[in-house]
């Protein structure tokens, strides 16, 4: 099956402008989340969904970064404005249960955002 | 609430030699357990998982863990190490938390420990 895709694989911007993330989950899997993974530290979660709702978004900073998952496939991760310290790599899963928590989360590859 | 540490950020074996990266959580309720392989600009790969069933634990490419909820560990172990193990590890904690936390099913992700494999 395909894996989770994510695009694109890297950007550079400046501090202040803005910047969107793709990601397309494994089909049939309707759990997607959004991972912040900066430079020596392990992923942290920014974001649930379950289908097109979020689940949980409490470490999400809310005045600059959005996501949404309409129709519950694809979701889009924004930036608006960046700072210096938004410089990490940012990982999409998925996963195909809600409930049953023992299942692993398939990652995408990621997409490297550098801001200066 | 859920936390996990990796006691070592570097680890440098020798090919051939065992590995034995060390790990520790904290979780309120009888968690999962993981252990993910992320390779130089490669995505996370699932090496290993505890789910509540046998403590040993065998995963991909000659790993195994071993949950001891006395000690609260869970560290990954491998006999002999090759150079394409060469990677970061992160130990991994999900639990089912409380009922009203039911649906947050969110990876709590260990800072990682590097490994690397000198021939």
């Known amino acids: 099956e395909a894996g989770v895709a994510q695009s694109p694989r890297y950007k550079i911007i400046e501090k202040r402008q803005s910047v969107a993330f793709w990601c397309n989950p494994i089909s049939g899997h309707a759990t997607l989340y959004w991972y912040q993974q900066i430079l020596g530290q392990g992923p942290k979660l920014l974001i649930q969904?379950?289908?097109?709702?979020?689940?949980?978004d409490s470490q999400l900073p809310k005045d600059r970064f959005s996501a949404e998952r309409l129709k519950g496939v694809d979701s889009t991760l924004k930036i608006q404005p960046a700072k210096l310290e938004d410089s990490a790599v940012y990982l999409c899963?998925?996963?195909?249960?809600?409930?049953?928590?023992?299942?692993?989360?398939?990652f995408g590859p990621g997409t490297r955002l550098t801001v200066t | 609430a859920q936390s996990v540490t990796q006691l070592d950020s570097h680890v440098s074996v020798s090919e051939g030699t065992p590995v034995l990266l060390r790990c520790n959580y904290s979780?309120?309720?009888?968690?999962?357990l993981f252990w993910y392989v992320q390779h130089p600009n490669k995505g996370l790969q699932l090496l290993l998982k505890?789910?509540?069933?046998?403590?040993l634990v065998k995963g991909i490419n000659g790993f195994e863990a071993e949950f001891k909820k006395s000690e609260t560990s869970f560290h990954l172990t491998k006999p002999s190490a090759h150079m394409s193990d060469a990677a970061e590890y992160f130990c991994?904690?999900?639990?089912?938390?409380?009922?009203?936390?039911?649906?947050?099913?969110?990876?709590?992700f260990g800072s990682g420990t590097r490994l690397q494999v000198q021939p």
């Open positions: 991994v904690v999900s639990d089912p938390g409380s009922r009203e936390d039911t649906g947050r099913r969110a990876l709590t």
């Open positions: 505890y789910t509540s069933a046998a403590t």
């Open positions: 979780s309120s309720y009888s968690p999962s």
């Open positions: 899963a998925s996963s195909p249960r809600w409930l049953a928590f023992q299942h692993e989360q398939y």
């Open positions: 969904f379950q289908n097109n709702g979020v689940v949980d």
